[in-house]
């Protein structure tokens, strides 16, 4: 009894580019992910934690993204992601396109 | 798409590893923030709190590989399931007698589109046409049969208002319409051969045969299998005889169609040399004949020679069947407007008398892409009949599974309100509980198709009535098989939709404060339930007149011995025996087949007993004793011992035994009723009957006691005069053996003595006399079957509507039930409160359906014997057990009901 997914962050799409960014820099699992967002945000960018994983499996559908059983740093086992050729395409484009925006917006609100 | 696919597969496993990450995930936040003071407990809910809702995330990540229609259409399923699995008993009859309705349907409708639908397997049936006639009845004033028609040997049968109609014509009609070039492009004529002893390397059987004109195969479009067909260089008086045989022939006789080409053959003993195989598909022209061998016409003059005089010569005898092909552009009734005058013209020179010219055949052109229509003639009525009641069938399961969702809806109230309460959507609710009732029906289908592949091979079995080359085969039909499945989805659809959408009113809170659940309103349960009892009952009563004919023909007092006698025929004559020797042949014959250790008497006739009279008559033209005509007076020829072997008592002087000669005076036994009919008290042995056409005289020897001649639905005592086989010859003799124990026990010595005698004719038609009887009821003794079977389906189904309707009443009213018997009501009363209700409507139903049952089964009155179709005993019988049938499923709901403790009911209200 499902309802619709309600999508909960501000720019659609981030969540993605933001996951392949952090991949392109370095493998990593889930929690690793959100941490490393975290902090090099400056714990400015909060994610909601949960909505990692539907994103992951997103990505890794597309086959932006590889993910394979292996172990962190700590000794668990976890699954880690890598990006893909196909990953690292797509980011430059979704940067691009990010770029794009964010310009686009901070003209909308330099001409106030 | 094939990756997604691939994802749907693993989705299980990857349930699982996405849980167990999330899990890692949790974990991690909980021991980062247990690092940074918290207690454990508060670390693990805050790490939960900001994750989010597990569960949803889970169902979102799951949605990424499996689209959320699949994956909830899957839940939906797999609760439907449970949800049957809860109900194990409702769902099962409900699946199975879908199953029945839909198998049983599509099994009678695949007969009907092989029997009344199908084309000849031939090139462009559409423009075939059949030539046909009609006269005015033959019989004059004085029963005298008056017409141009002077001979047949074919099949006549009855129009309107006691005409003739036939496809029989003289041959000369057949050389005059060819003629006429301008609407066919062939006319072609074919008659039928009969059974033919074909001889194959010293090998005798006996095959099926079909004479066709050089024109046939070409005027009906077929190709060869192997070598060529039957063209016109072939049928001509002297031309080399040539055969083609049947495709089937060719593999087991030769072992393969090319095999056959040029082969020498033997037919009826005249040498044949094989030209050609048809095509495995093509069955001739009759699709109740398949023919295996096929002559040219003219063959006939080889093979008999003193029948096929007649036939080219003689315009007064009718014996050639004719089908033609229109030339493209022309329609069947202009070629009828063409054709019928040139008859008319024909046929009319060749009447004598002005009686025969008053009633001249008129010629009737009928479409012939679905070949004759004899088996039309023969099955289409029983197939109708039993069409009308497998649909009613299906209506009655249809309106069982109605019934059943309906029930089950509205004692779901309470929980669909309850999940539309927490937040489920009203559309995924509906369509939940649609799921539910496709599941069922999808089912019900799929067992109905197993059902229906098994209907159809032995449903082809009882029609065949055993006949070993019966040639109505139906496929199953996927087309109806479809209809009647995809009817009974929208069934489920339909009655799974109404309720659904009034049970998710978006009103929730009057459903979720009442206790029980389910409005007052169960009157469409109520006229459903009405309605299958009423069908039932239809269906019920035409069981009993079906059961019932068939006690009365088991009943019929044949006046001979129906066990212990085995009957087998032999053709000398095919095998080129010939008067007088051919005599002899057989009484040798019959005394060999009497020394058999175990065989007590053996005798011969023209037939068996029960098939009396379709042989043709022994003698020609009228009987008289002194000045005065035998008036129906029936005719055997029998052999020595026929009354002792039989068991047919003799009242007076002698039966037939070896005395009586070819040359010695000619002989008769008459029935009982014969002589009292014509001789009164005297007694009429030595007395004479004269047949002034054969010119002879018969002398009465003998008087046996009454016997059923032909059929069981013939009359009981008829008149009957039976001769020596000796005196009046006949081609084919049919033995009978009485024996000790099981009859079938002596076949195969039968085989070795005739094998002796001659080995090149085939003993045909081996049967014990009881299996030769049941053969000639095999319909009714089928209808019965199917009837009854039909008719506990019916019952069984409208039971369970009416133990649904009761409990789910029943159900309603606890709290009623309850108060009542807090107050001190009865057991008794509390049960007779349901059976009332339950007798209520059935009675309802009766009421309906008795005048509906009672002119429905006017149209079955055919079908009937010594049974009138508003026999009472048998609307009684029904009746009564429609009513027992009722109360029985009454009963256990309203024992139920006298079950209920008071206080329970009223602590739950």
Not at chain 2, 554 to 562: D, E, F, I, K, P
Request: hydrophobic share 45%; aromatic share 8%; glycine share 8%.
């Amino acid at each position: 009894m499902g309802r619709k997914p309600q999508k909960n962050d501000s720019l659609p799409g981030s969540l993605d580019m933001l996951i392949l960014r952090t991949l392109s820099r370095r493998e990593l699992h889930g929690y690793g992910i959100v941490q490393f967002l975290q902090q090099s945000s400056g714990n400015e960018l909060l994610v909601e934690e949960g909505s990692l994983y539907p994103a992951l499996q997103r990505l890794e559908l597309n086959g932006w993204i590889d993910g394979v059983w292996g172990v962190t740093s700590n000794n668990r086992r976890a699954r880690i992601y890598k990006i893909t050729a196909a990953g690292r395409k797509q980011l430059r484009v979704e940067t691009r396109k990010y770029a794009k925006l964010t310009l686009a917006i901070a003209r909308v609100m330099g001409a106030e | 798409m094939l990756r997604r696919l691939r994802y749907w597969i693993g989705s299980a496993r990857r349930s699982e590893s996405l849980r167990e990450e999330m899990e890692l995930h949790l974990a991690e936040k909980a021991a980062e923030l247990e690092a940074e003071g918290m207690t454990v407990e508060r670390a693990r809910a805050e790490a939960l709190r900001r994750f989010g809702n597990v569960g949803q995330k889970q169902e979102e990540s799951r949605e990424v590989w499996m689209t959320r229609f699949w994956s909830e259409l899957l839940q939906d399923v797999r609760y439907g399931f449970r949800t049957m699995a809860a109900n194990k008993a409702f769902s099962a009859l409900a699946v199975l007698s879908l199953a029945l309705g839909i198998g049983a349907n599509t099994v009678i409708y695949s007969f009907m589109e092989s029997v009344l639908m199908r084309s000849l397997p031939v090139a462009d049936p559409e423009s075939l046409v059949v030539l046909n006639w009609h006269s005015r009845p033959p019989q004059d004033a004085n029963k005298q049969w008056v017409h141009v028609v002077h001979g047949v040997q074919g099949l006549l049968w009855p129009g309107d208002k006691g005409s003739l109609v036939t496809g029989m014509f003289p041959y000369g009609a057949l050389e005059n319409l060819r003629e006429q070039k301008q609407v066919f492009s062939t006319l072609f004529g074919y008659f039928n051969a009969r059974k033919l002893s074909l001889t194959v390397g010293g090998q005798a059987a006996s095959v099926h045969g079909e004479y066709v004109s050089g024109e046939y195969f070409q005027g009906l479009g077929v190709s060869p299998a192997a070598g060529r067909l039957i063209d016109l260089d072939d049928d001509r008086r002297g031309a080399p005889p040539v055969a083609v045989i049947s495709f089937a022939i060719s593999q087991n006789r030769f072992g393969g169609a090319p095999n056959a080409i040029g082969q020498s053959i033997l037919i009826d003993n005249v040498p044949f040399t094989v030209v050609g195989v048809t095509p495995p598909e093509f069955f001739g022209v009759d699709p109740a004949a398949a023919p295996e061998v096929f002559l040219p016409l003219h063959a006939n003059l080889l093979v008999d020679a003193a029948a096929a005089q007649r036939m080219y010569s003689d315009g007064n005898f009718y014996w050639i069947e004719m089908m033609g092909r229109l030339r493209p552009g022309v329609t069947v009734a202009q070629a009828q407007a063409a054709l019928a005058p040139r008859f008319h013209q024909w046929v009319e020179a060749t009447a004598a008398t002005d009686g025969e010219r008053s009633k001249l055949p008129t010629l009737m052109l009928a479409p012939g892409a679905g070949g004759l229509g004899s088996l039309r003639r023969e099955y289409s009525k029983p197939l109708y009949v039993l069409l009308a009641m497998v649909g009613l069938i299906l209506a009655i399961t249809c309106a069982n599974i109605a019934n059943l969702l309906l029930a089950r809806a509205a004692a779901r109230r309470r929980e669909m309100a309850i999940r539309l309460s927490m937040g489920a959507g009203r559309f995924r609710v509906v369509r939940q509980l649609l799921t539910e009732s496709v599941l069922l029906a999808s089912l019900g289908g799929a067992l109905g198709v197993l059902f229906a592949l098994w209907g159809v091979r032995s449903m082809t079995f009882l029609l065949g009535r055993g006949q070993e080359n019966f040639t109505l085969h139906a496929e199953l039909n996927w087309k109806v098989l479809g209809v009647s499945a995809a009817l009974s989805v929208a069934c489920g659809l339909f009655f799974g939709l109404v309720p659904a959408i009034q049970s998710t009113r978006p009103d929730v809170m009057p459903a979720l404060k009442n206790g029980r659940g389910g409005g007052p309103r169960n009157r469409a349960q109520h006229i459903l339930v009405v309605a299958q009892i009423a069908m039932s009952f239809v269906i019920l009563f035409a069981a009993g007149l079906f059961v019932r004919t068939l006690k009365e023909l088991n009943s019929v007092q044949l006046g001979y011995a129906r066990e212990n006698i085995l009957l087998f025929s032999l053709n000398a004559r095919q095998a080129g025996h010939r008067d007088p020797e051919m005599g002899t042949f057989y009484a040798d014959l019959r005394k060999r087949f009497e020394s058999i250790p175990g065989v007590s008497s053996a005798t011969l006739a023209q037939s068996s007993i029960i098939s009396a009279g379709f042989a043709g008559p022994a003698i020609k033209g009228p009987m008289k004793i002194d000045a005065v005509t035998l008036e129906g007076a029936r005719v055997l020829s029998a052999g020595p011992r026929f009354l002792t072997t039989m068991q047919i008592p003799l009242l007076a002087g002698r039966e037939m035994d070896d005395r009586d000669q070819p040359g010695s005076k000619p002989v008769a036994v008459i029935s009982e009723r014969l002589a009292r009919t014509y001789f009164g008290n005297e007694n009429p042995v030595g007395r004479l009957i004269t047949l002034p056409e054969e010119k002879r005289e018969l002398e009465i020897v003998g008087v046996s006691a009454n016997l059923r001649y032909g059929g069981l639905k013939n009359e009981a005592a008829p008149m009957t005069v039976i001769v020596a086989v000796s005196q009046f010859s006949s081609d084919r003799m049919t033995y009978a053996l009485r024996t000790a124990g099981d009859p079938l026990r002596y076949v195969q010595s039968v085989y070795e003595i005739a094998r002796e005698a001659d080995s090149r004719i085939p003993v045909t038609n081996v049967i014990t006399q009881a299996a030769e009887i049941d053969r000639t009821i095999s319909r009714e003794v089928t209808f019965a079957k199917l009837c009854t079977g039909f008719a506990v389906l019916a019952l069984l189904t409208a039971c369970v509507g009416l133990y649904g309707t009761m409990s789910y009443t029943v159900a309603r009213q606890v709290g009623e039930i309850g108060i009542r018997m807090a107050l001190g009501a009865q057991r008794g009363t509390v049960v007779w409160m349901v059976l009332r209700r339950v007798l209520l409507l059935a009675a309802v139903g009766l009421a309906i359906s008795v005048p509906v049952a009672l002119s429905a089964s006017r149209l079955v009155k055919s079908f009937l014997f010594e049974t009138k179709p508003n026999d009472p005993l048998t609307l009684a019988v029904a009746g009564g057990v429609l009513l027992c049938a009722a109360i029985l499923a009454g009963y256990a709901p309203a024992r139920r009901a006298s079950r209920i403790d008071p206080l329970a009911a009223l602590r739950q209200e």
